[in-house]
């Protein structure tokens, strides 16, 4: 049985922010450092050295400016360098439950520093990059990068995503206020330590190349019938939802599981569209909320150009257009629209079930590759979620469109 301890409060947090708003928190896979920024993206880092519950400020970087575009839209920890247990639905034989999994490596880029040493990327409103990390002595440092400048307010940042991809570099998809989606290429090197620079702080050098582009990022708006599941006559039109959310789902390992949907995914840009309801009374909505979630399939191959073009003048001094050159090619896929707002959106340990949470407190489970809905499975000798083993959400009343992290 699992329980709650009592909440304890981060005490340091009014005296470091002065009253300045706390937009983001996360911890690390391990659940020993916590991350916390302000409206102004300024960020500290908490640790637990001694006990659970007890946090101390190993680093913190208030002391950077208050200005609003270094506010952060994307956020993302990196994998450390080791391996991952994937599990699998636990099955009954007999009097005893066995739960399956298998074990892959975690795709890289890995700070150097250690096997343990954690690392992570900010992306700012302004188009840049900071990597915070732990050096050698277990000490936080940080490496500026820019990713694409801005010339006018509709290069600025709305949400930004990062994921890994198989080749060991980074996925960045970031948002434009302007609509336009763009996918970059993160290469990270990192300097291997020697024996004389076990304290020196390495500096990591990074390549950010740009993919594409995609104006226009917004729901398919042939799909605002496709309502799935509301009764209503008339329904919210589609362009009045925006962009609430943006994920970037990582390729799954070939031992993700045989066989399946999820054992050939490529990484995925999933982006949620919410119209949000402005009038409540005593909880119940006056309007419609409703979200839409699009998704951006993005492959890897080689393409070849027209032999024609071979003719051209131009072309004869070059390589032939017929080589293979490799590229980066996105599909979209097929939008869903619920009537409820999506409040969060994550990828369980499993790598092939998407979890959503909603506003009436239903969390749903989705397939990894097709995204359709995972029905609960009837078998009493198998269970693949807490549903199956007699837990529910009992309150359905409607809930504000707070953050929720599952």
């Known amino acids: 049985m699992w329980e709650l301890s009592q909440g304890m409060p981060v005490k340091q947090i009014p005296m470091i922010y002065g009253g300045r708003e706390v937009v983001h928190i996360s911890w690390n896979p391990s659940g020993l450092d916590l991350v916390v920024a302000d409206i102004f993206g300024r960020i500290t880092i908490f640790s637990m050295f001694i006990a659970i519950n007890r946090v101390t400020v190993s680093k913190a970087f208030v002391v950077d400016p208050e200005d609003h575009l270094n506010a952060i839209v994307g956020f993302q920890w990196l994998n450390t360098d080791r391996a991952i247990q994937v599990y699998r639905s636990a099955s009954k034989q007999g009097d005893q439950w066995n739960l399956s999994y298998t074990q892959h490596k975690s795709l890289g880029p890995y700070n150097?520093?250690?096997?343990?040493?954690?690392t992570f990327i900010v992306v700012t409103r302004n188009s840049s990059m900071k990597i915070v990390f732990q050096g050698p002595d277990g000490q936080w440092h940080d490496a500026k990068h820019e990713i694409e400048g801005f010339s006018t307010s509709n290069d600025l940042l709305t949400h930004a995503a990062v994921c890994h991809d198989r080749d060991n570099t980074l996925l960045l998809v970031t948002h434009t206020t302007s609509k336009q989606m763009r996918l970059f290429r993160i290469a990270i090197d990192w300097k291997p330590v020697t024996e004389k620079q076990q304290v020196a702080p390495m500096q990591p050098n990074c390549e950010v190349r740009h993919l594409k582009t995609i104006d226009d990022c917004s729901p398919i708006r042939d799909n605002e019938e496709n309502n799935h599941g509301n009764s209503s006559m008339y329904m919210t039109p589609a362009s009045h939802a925006e962009l609430s959310h943006l994920e970037l789902l990582p390729p799954n390992p070939p031992q993700a599981g045989p066989g399946t949907a999820a054992d050939s995914t490529n990484p995925t840009i999933v982006a949620v569209f919410?119209?949000?309801?402005?009038?409540?009374?005593?909880?119940e909505l006056r309007e419609d909320g409703f979200s839409i979630v699009s998704r951006w399939e993005i492959s890897s191959g080689e393409w070849t150009i027209h032999p024609i073009f071979d003719q051209l003048t131009a072309k004869r001094s070059s390589a032939s257009s017929s080589q293979?050159?490799?590229?980066?090619?996105?599909?979209?896929?097929?939008?869903?629209?619920?009537?409820?707002?999506?409040?969060?959106?994550?990828?369980?340990?499993?790598?092939?079930?998407?979890?959503?949470?909603?506003?009436?407190?239903?969390?749903?489970?989705?397939?990894?590759?097709?995204?359709?809905?995972?029905q609960v499975s009837e078998e009493s000798d198998k269970v693949s979620s807490l549903s199956q083993m007699g837990f529910d959400y009992?309150?359905?009343?409607?809930?504000?469109?707070?953050?929720i992290k599952i």
């Open 394 to 403: 009992l309150d359905n009343e409607p809930c504000r469109p707070y953050h």
């Open 324 to 374: 293979p050159k490799a590229g980066v090619a996105i599909k979209r896929l097929e939008d869903f629209r619920d009537h409820r707002i999506v409040l969060a959106l994550q990828q369980l340990g499993n790598l092939s079930t998407i979890a959503i949470g909603y506003s009436d407190g239903y969390v749903e489970y989705r397939d990894r590759g097709t995204f359709e809905t995972l």
């Open 112 to 118: 150097l520093s250690g096997k343990t040493a954690s």
């Open 274 to 283: 919410s119209h949000f309801p402005t009038q409540y009374n005593d909880n």
